[in-house]
């Protein structure tokens, strides 16, 4: 079956960098995502990866995907106290385009 | 600019109460989904919708509805309340057209069953 598996929680301090994992099942993902749920909002898209790249950069974030492993990361560089939120990785899955499958999600807890 | 928006934000119900959960997009989007949120549980699929008039059952369906009348909206039902179904619900839209497959999710609805 599809499944997405993350850590649960990640505590860093303010300026460190923060690094959540996540491992995917289906291979055949055009797209693998990572988004952001801050407390009592809705999820917005952070950023994505198509699957035929190794890493993508966008300012503090950096991600990697390893298509052999099936495993992604995102990269956060100088964490900020306002990046503490939930992150959720995703993915595409087999059964269909319509909707994504996703991670439980990682809390990360940024600390002055 | 709306996007997708969810009503009500909040909603307190007796077990056994009925009620829909409204959702509409303004973005011409094709796909249509509800999730709901528990903690530790991430996000489970209930149903979703790839079209007006076409449903289908997620990971997590039993205990509620839904229909596709017109692009625009997609209703949860919940048919009789169980504290079970205590949750936060998210509807989700996406484009049909192949691209970046970005879901646009609504504020949630915060339900609580007695």
């Known amino acids: 079956g599809e499944d997405v598996e993350q850590s649960l929680f990640l505590s860093v301090r303010e300026g460190d960098s923060s690094v959540i994992n996540c491992t995917y099942t289906d291979s055949s993902s055009t797209y693998l995502y990572w988004y952001k749920q801050e407390p009592g909002a809705g999820l917005q898209l952070l950023t994505y990866i198509f699957s035929n790249m190794d890493m993508k950069q966008d300012q503090r974030l950096t991600v990697l995907l390893n298509k052999k492993d099936k495993h992604l990361s995102l990269r956060i560089a100088d964490t900020q106290t306002g990046d503490s939120a939930i992150y959720f990785c995703a993915e595409t899955p087999n059964s269909g385009y319509s909707t994504l499958t996703f991670g439980k999600g990682t809390m990360l807890l940024v600390s002055p | 600019n709306a996007g997708v928006t969810q009503t009500p934000k909040f909603q307190v119900l007796k077990t056994g109460q009925s009620m829909t959960l409204q959702c509409a997009q303004d973005?011409?989007?094709?796909?249509m989904s509800w999730y709901r949120q528990d903690p530790g549980m991430g996000l489970r699929l209930i149903h979703y919708s790839v079209g007006a008039g076409i449903t289908d059952q997620g990971e997590v369906p039993n205990g509620y509805n839904v229909s596709r009348s017109t692009t625009e909206d997609f209703p949860l039902r919940l048919l009789s309340a169980a504290p079970s179904q205590t949750s936060v619900y998210f509807c989700?839209?996406?484009?049909?057209?192949?691209?970046?497959?970005?879901?646009?999710f609504g504020e949630g609805s915060r339900l609580t069953v007695l």
């Open positions: 973005m011409n989007h094709e796909y």
């Open positions: 989700a839209s996406r484009s049909g057209i192949v691209g970046t497959g970005e879901l646009f």
